[in-house]
C-alpha cells in the first residue's frame, strides 16, 4: 500500500477534539483500521460513523504510541453473535 495515500480512518470525539478509533485482531493485538473509500467505511461502520482523512504513514504514526503497531485496512466487521453457528 502506498503510505502517501489518503485513507478514510473512523475517529470518535475525545475531551481534546478528535480521537483515532483502534480495535482488537482476534487474536487480541491493537491494530488502527482504516478504508480506501468513505462508502466501504459506511457500509462497515454505519452512515453515522465520523471520520478523517489520513496517510497511512501518518495513521501509523499516531497509532504506535497507543499500542497498536498493525493496520488493517478495509477489514470485514462482524459481530460474535452472527459468526456463531447453532449447536
Request: hydrophobic share 40%.
Amino acid at each position: 500500500m502506498d503510505g502517501f495515500r489518503p485513507l478514510y480512518v473512523p475517529v470518535r470525539r475525545g475531551p481534546a477534539g478528535l480521537v483515532v478509533r483502534l480495535w482488537r485482531t482476534p487474536a487480541g493485538t491493537r491494530t488502527a483500521v482504516a478504508f480506501t473509500t468513505d462508502q466501504r467505511l459506511r457500509s462497515a461502520l454505519g452512515p453515522c460513523q465520523a471520520w478523517i482523512r489520513l496517510s497511512e504513514s501518518a495513521l501509523r504514526r499516531l497509532a504506535e504510541p497507543l499500542g497498536a503497531t498493525s493496520l488493517t485496512v478495509d477489514p470485514l466487521l462482524f459481530s460474535h453473535s452472527a459468526a456463531r453457528t447453532p449447536t
